[in-house]
């Protein structure tokens, strides 16, 4: 019985950690998903009047769990026929376990399309 009161604390950190992995993991996905809508309506916006404008709100309505206020876009190209755009978004991280921090960084995900 000792031994069990003596490695379940460890365990339980374990497990809290790699559930909080995956979480991190889903946000990247998320922000990755987001990033791709937005190169999306980027490849068919040149014609609107504000095409930046566009892909940051499609972007932006794309995310369901991460808040977009954190999320910063950039786009980068010209919008011109078949010319290539960029799209950029990053966002900060912190990964804790239990309250304390194990990792702090930027998420960070790019699509490039060939505008129409």
């Known amino acids: 019985m000792t031994e069990f009161a003596i ?3 460890v365990l ?3 497990v809290i950690a790699i559930a909080q992995y995956g ?3 889903f946000t990247s996905m998320e922000l990755t998903s987001a990033t791709r809508d937005g190169a999306r309506r980027a490849a068919v916006a040149r014609t609107e009047d504000d095409p ?7 972007l932006r309505g ?3 769990t991460v808040d977009a206020e954190q999320v910063d876009i950039a786009i ?3 919008w011109a026929t078949d ?3 960029t799209v950029t978004s990053t966002m900060p991280y912190r990964l804790e376990v239990i309250g304390m921090p194990v990792w702090t960084g930027t998420l ?3 699509a490039v399309v060939r505008i129409g």
């Open 23 to 25: 979480q991190m993991i």
């Open 108 to 110: 960070r995900s790019q």
């Open 12 to 14: 339980l950190m374990l």
């Open 76 to 78: 980068s190209g010209t």
């Open 83 to 85: 010319s290539r755009m």
């Open 62 to 64: 794309s995310l369901d």
């Open 52 to 58: 930046a404008g566009a892909v940051r709100t499609v």
């Open 7 to 9: 490695c379940l604390p």
